[in-house]
Every structure is written in C-alpha cells, then in structure tokens.
C-alpha cells in the first residue's frame, strides 16, 4: 500500500519544535493486543470491558476482575513493540520535544523506546493495595493463563493484608492528577499533534485534541476508522498505525530511516 504524506505535514514537522502524541488501543493493535471496541473472544466472550473494569465488579467478584486484568498482563508480556510504536520513538530523536501520552495500559511504548510515557489510564504492570492504596511488586516472569477458568486470587497487601487491585482506572474513577496536568500542559504547548489509534470516545482523553485544534494547532489522526476527531483534525490519515507512521517518518526524515 503507497502511503501519501501532504506536504504541508511534512513541513509543519519539520519545524516543529514539539510534538504530542496522543495513542489509543489501536496503536497496540498491530502487536495483537484487541481494542475495546473489538467484541471479547475465547474465554472472556461473554463479558465486556466495561462490565469488569469498575470497582463494583472487583467487590462483587475479585478473582473474575484480577483473572481478567491478568490474563490481559500475560498478552502484553508475550506481545511486542510494532512499527507504530517503533516510528513515535524514533520520531522523538528528530523532534527538540516529544511528549507520548497513552490510554492504554501496556508498556509497548516504553519497550519500543519512547521515554517519559504519561499513562492517563495508569498500568497493568503497577498494581496497588485496593484497601490502602499501597503499590504491590508483581512475582517477575509471564503470568499464567488463570487456571480452570477465568478466576485467579488476587495477592493480598504486605502492609493491610487488603486485595491487590490492578493498576489501571476504571470506569468512574479519576484520572491520576500529575499525569493529566502534564497532559494537558503538553497539548498546551505543542506545535504538531498526533491522535493515532483512538476511538475518540472516552473522555476526559479525546478532548485533549480539541485543546489543541482550538490553538490553531497542526492536529493529525491515524485512524482506518472515522471518528468524531475527523472534523477537527486538519489532516487525516487513513489506514493501520503500523503502516502509516513508518511511511510518515520516512516521508519526514527520509536521510534517517
Ligand atoms: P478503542 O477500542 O475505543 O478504539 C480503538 C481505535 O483504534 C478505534 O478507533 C479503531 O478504529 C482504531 N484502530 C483499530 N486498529 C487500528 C490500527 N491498526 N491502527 C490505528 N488505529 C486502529 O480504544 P481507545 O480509544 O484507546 O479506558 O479507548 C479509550 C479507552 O476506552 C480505553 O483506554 C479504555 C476504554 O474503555 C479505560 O479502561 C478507562
């Protein structure tokens, strides 16, 4: 597939002095991990995402909300990095500043080399003590697929002998306040903005794109999917994260790739 780069993309990153990008489950697609809105399969086929990720369900039925999230931890350790991930890194040693601010819960950016990753929806890999709040250290290595079924024991807290919660937010729940700030402070700032991989829906993330679009910013989606960002962003790229933004980096910096 021949991807076009418009021209004056290519010469709005060429003298921009800092980029946001602002990533979604699409971009982690590619590495087969499945977006939200992509039904549940296998043993999870009869649940959605927003029926497990609530602090209800995790009083009502710990061990189905921790067997979950850990057999979603078990995907991620096994996935890798794709050429989305891997382009917005390298993008980061063209640019004077790049800030990656994610909604998804894996560590693909990271793992591909993009340092200093603001998580708006926290982590898979950062637990905590749903009692005390106090952070839980994972056993290393890949955790197993939970046995008979889908339910697995959550550890309990060292300090208050609570349930260890998964570090992510769930529905209902704040954003953590140092991440947003500097969300927002980077939408503030920046001269180009990416969305790639995002649905657009899930608020208070999709409205960090119209901060900057009120700016008169450069705003860019890489969506194969229409959303309610197309009307606002001034360029729209169609098509998979992990072909498009390895064409734009080449497109960009060709003497680099
Ligand atoms: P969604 O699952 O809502 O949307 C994924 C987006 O990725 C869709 O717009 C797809 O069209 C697009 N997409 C699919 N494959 C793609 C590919 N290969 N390249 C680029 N784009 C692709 O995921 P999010 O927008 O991240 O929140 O969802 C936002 C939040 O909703 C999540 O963080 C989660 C969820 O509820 C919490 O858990 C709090």
Redesign the pocket.
């Known amino acids: 597939m021949t991807v076009t780069i418009p021209p004056e993309l290519i010469a709005a990153l060429h003298v921009a002095k800092k980029v946001v990008f602002l990533?979604?489950?699409?971009?982690s697609?590619?590495s087969g991990i499945p977006?939200?809105?992509?039904a549940m399969t296998g043993l999870w086929e009869r649940y959605s995402?927003?029926q497990l990720?609530t602090a209800d369900a995790f009083t009502r039925d710990r061990e189905l909300v921790w067997g979950w999230y850990e057999w979603r931890r078990m995907q991620v350790m096994k996935a890798e990095p794709n050429a989305?991930h891997r382009a917005i890194a390298a993008i980061a040693s063209q640019v004077a500043s790049v800030d990656v601010i994610t909604?998804?819960?894996d560590d693909l950016h990271e793992r591909a080399g993009s340092h200093n990753v603001l998580h708006?929806?926290?982590q898979l890999n950062r637990p905590f003590c749903f009692a005390c709040r106090q952070p839980h250290a994972l056993q290393p290595g890949t955790p197993d697929e939970p046995e008979g079924g889908r339910r697995l024991a959550p550890p309990q807290c060292n300090r208050c002998n609570g349930y260890i919660r998964p570090g992510?937010?769930?529905?209902g729940?704040m954003l953590p306040e140092a991440e947003w700030n500097a969300a927002v402070e980077a939408c503030d700032a920046c001269d180009v903005l990416f969305s790639?991989?995002?649905?657009?829906?899930?608020q208070p993330?999709?409205g960090l794109p119209l901060l900057a679009a009120r700016r008169r910013v450069t705003v860019v989606q890489?969506?194969?999917?229409s959303?309610s960002l197309d009307s606002h962003a001034r360029f729209n790229l169609v098509?998979?994260?992990?072909?498009?933004m390895p064409a734009l980096f080449d497109a960009v910096w060709p003497a680099s790739s």
Request: charged content about 10%; cysteine-free.
């Open positions: 990533t979604g489950a699409g971009v697609a590619e977006t939200f809105r992509d995402a927003e990720a989305a909604q998804n819960v708006l929806h926290g992510v937010v769930w529905f729940e790639v991989g995002t649905s657009s829906l899930v993330a999709a890489v969506n194969p999917n959303t098509g998979a994260a992990g072909v498009i």
